[in-house]
């Protein structure tokens, strides 16, 4: 009797229970009827934005590329940075900045917001009432991060000698691989992966292996890229311009960050994950049929609209992948994952507004100090860790740090170790941050 109660209480662990036969779809993806109108609005702005860009140029959303055109792209696909298209006139459609100002002015309504405090005396720039894990909850989640437990890449100075425990934890990877166990994989990478493995360890957590169907699949994104131009590729290429091309990691990988982004806003078999995301894909209608539901069509065909600082989710995988297709894979999946919670509004514990709330809160329990004197001097600790979270911190962390750090979203399938390290990191700075005095000095 025991043991069956056990590997029930188990089972329900790992699968979620069915929800109720009769809840809309909807309410499977954001159950918060206030979040799911706050996702709605938000892209609505986000299509105004690309909308208003096309009129304003005068370019249709996609048109397909004269035959001269097509064959100039296939000869320079390799090189694709090489040529300059005049950007000047495109911008982001929108920055991180831009979508905090959104969540700073969420509210959920069936909340009393009168004269009484907020909930818990909130002093963050986040309103709404989430629940969020505490220290004691977190130290649960993540045992293996514990002070008595090996991490690679961190215990260089430990008391044990670190190739007694950096010699092992090779030997384990290389057995793990061999056993081609995704599981094990996924618990192995929780203390951080040995560079020369993680490439195939995180192919097999992400169930990667680049069949020749794979290949097949991405050389016809590629001749879709070929024929088709859409508005969106110069929101690419303009994105990876202003990030990744600028950035002393990055610069090199700057012809595959083109072809894996250009690829990615074609695939529409990502379209699949806005059955579990908040958000929905947005819609284009066909010349002089707007309204017109039977002339709609998902734009981009990906259903992402592409915003400032995109390309560095691909930029750190191009240390790790040199082969385009496999590159390519490993993106989307990581994408359809995690990163698409870093940018849309939920109530999710991985998505952005409980994380910024969970930074928050760490924040505030743990420095209060701290807290109330950037608070004071109008320097939000949020609006200085925002940009980090929304990027998975590629481009804020050196890439061999960042790989350590995204071993772990990968081994504990979750996101919140972002909001746990951005406030880790203002307590490492905290002597030096409570003498600051401007939102400038802070940052």
Known sequence: KKSEHLKYIILSLRFPSPCHPAAPPEHMKEPLAYMRKAQGSWEKRILKSLNSMCTELSIPLAQKRPVSEQKELLNKWNEMGTDEPDLSLFRPVYAPKDFLEVLMNLRNPNYENGEQPSFRNHLGLIQVPLK??????????????????????????????PEFFENEHVRLGQKVLAEQDSAAAQQYVRQGCPTALRADLWALILNISNQPEDILYYEQLKSNVIQHDLLVDSLIYKDVKLTASNDDYYFVFEDYLYQVLLCFSRDTSVLEHFTYSSATPPKSYIQGKLGMEEYAVFYPPNGVIPF?????????????????SKLYQIFREMYVRFFFRLHSISSHPSGIVSLCLLFETLLQTHLPQLFYHLREIGAQPLRISFK???RAFSGYLATDQLLLLWDRILGYN??????????????????????????????
């Not at 220290?135 to 430990?158: V, W």
């Open 132 to 161: 969020v894990k505490d220290i004691p909850e977190l130290k649960e989640d993540f045992s293996e991060l514990g002070l008595n437990i090996g991490q690679l890449g961190i215990d260089d100075s430990a008391q044990v000698p």
């Open 308 to 324: 400032h600082g995109f390309s560095m989710y691909v930029a750190p995988l191009c240390f790790l992948y040199h082969e385009p």
């Open 388 to 390: 980090w979270m929304v």
């Open 414 to 443: 979750s996101l919140e170790i972002l909001a746990v390290l951005a406030a880790a990191v203002f307590a490492f700075r905290a002597v030096n941050l409570m003498e600051v005095t401007s939102l400038a000095a802070a940052e």
